[in-house]
C-alpha cells in the first residue's frame, strides 16, 4: 500500500479527512486496518497572511514546505483537504517532490459517475472566485452556478469564524439551506460543499440538493490511490 500524506491547512478540515480515511478503510481492507497516513500542518496563520493578499506564490512555497516534510516522513503521494489553498497548485506542482491528487478533480468525476448536469458551488470567497473549480468542471463538461456576491461573503464568514473552530449553528445551517434552495430554483441538480469544513454543517440529509463531499471524495480517493 501507498503512504498517504495529507497536507493540512485548517484543523477541522484536514481532522475530518484524516478520519474518513482511517475509517473507511476498515471495509476494504479488515478490521482496524488503514493506509500508513502522515499528517503536516503549517499554521493557518501563516496562509491565512498569504491568502487575503492573493500571494498564491507564497502560500505554494508553505505547502512545498509541508510536501517536503512528507517525502522525509514516507509518504507516496499528497492530498490536501481544503479546497481554497489548491489555487497555489500551479506553483507547487514544478517542485513538488511528490504527486498529488486535486480535490476538485475527484469532484468532478464524482459529479460526472452521478450524471449531475449543473453543480451548486459553496466555499470561502476566494475559492468561489477563483478558477480552481471551474478549470475542472468545464473539462468534463458539467456546469455550475456560484452564491451572489452578498452570499459568498456571509458564508465566508460562518466558514472562518465558525466552521474552522468546530462551531454548528443552527441559523448558519439555516443560511446554507437557503442558498442552495436557490441553486436548486435555478436549475442545480447537486451542491458541492467546496470547503472541507462545511461537511461539518450541511449533508445530505439536511441539505435541498444532492451533497458533492469535497473532504470525503478526496479521503476516499487517497484510499483507492494507497490500495492500489
Same mark, same amino acid.
Given at each position: 500500500m501507498k503512504h498517504i500524506g495529507i497536507v493540512g491547512c485548517s484543523s477541522e478540515g484536514a481532522a475530518l479527512c /484524516?478520519?474518513?480515511i482511517c475509517l473507511e478503510a476498515e471495509t476494504l481492507m479488515g478490521? /482496524? !486496518?488503514h493506509p500508513e497516513v502522515t499528517l503536516h500542518t503549517i499554521s493557518l496563520a501563516e496562509y491565512m497572511k498569504h491568502v487575503t493578499d492573493g500571494n498564491w506564490d507564497a502560500? &505554494?512555497? *508553505?505547502?512545498?514546505? !509541508? $510536501?517536503?516534510?512528507l517525502q522525509r516522513a514516507g509518504a507516496d503521494f499528497l492530498i490536501c483537504p481544503d479546497n481554497t489553498i489548491h489555487q497555489a497548485l500551479p506553483y507547487v506542482l514544478p517542485s513538488s517532490p511528490l504527486p498529488w491528487l486535486h480535490i476538485a478533480e475527484e469532484v468532478g468525476k464524482e459529479a460526472k459517475r452521478r450524471n449531475f448536469q449543473k453543480l451548486g458551488l459553496t466555499g470561502t470567497k476566494y475559492l468561489v472566485r477563483s478558477s480552481v473549480y471551474p478549470e475542472k468542471l468545464d473539462a468534463l463538461g458539467i456546469r455550475y452556478s456560484k452564491p451572489t456576491e452578498a452570499?459568498?461573503? =456571509? @458564508?465566508?464568514? @460562518?466558514?472562518? +469564524?465558525? %466552521? @474552522?473552530?468546530?462551531? %454548528?449553528?443552527?441559523? !448558519? *445551517? *439555516? /443560511?446554507?439551506q437557503q442558498v442552495i434552495q436557490e441553486f436548486k430554483n435555478h &436549475?442545480?441538480? $447537486?451542491?458541492? *460543499? &467546496?470547503c472541507t469544513e462545511i461537511p461539518l %454543517?450541511?449533508? +445530505?440529509?439536511? !441539505?435541498?440538493?444532492?451533497? %458533492? +463531499?469535497? =473532504?470525503r471524495l478526496l479521503a476516499r480517493a487517497a484510499l483507492r490511490r494507497s490500495i492500489e
Open positions: /484524516y478520519r474518513t478490521e /482496524y !486496518s502560500v &505554494g512555497t *508553505l505547502m512545498v514546505r !509541508s $510536501a517536503q516534510t452570499q459568498q461573503e =456571509t @458564508i465566508n464568514r @460562518i466558514i472562518f +469564524d465558525e %466552521l @474552522i473552530r468546530g462551531e %454548528l449553528k443552527p441559523e !448558519s *445551517l *439555516l /443560511y446554507f &436549475g442545480c441538480d $447537486a451542491v458541492v *460543499l &467546496g %454543517l450541511v449533508n +445530505d440529509e439536511n !441539505s435541498p440538493l444532492p451533497t %458533492l +463531499d469535497s =473532504t
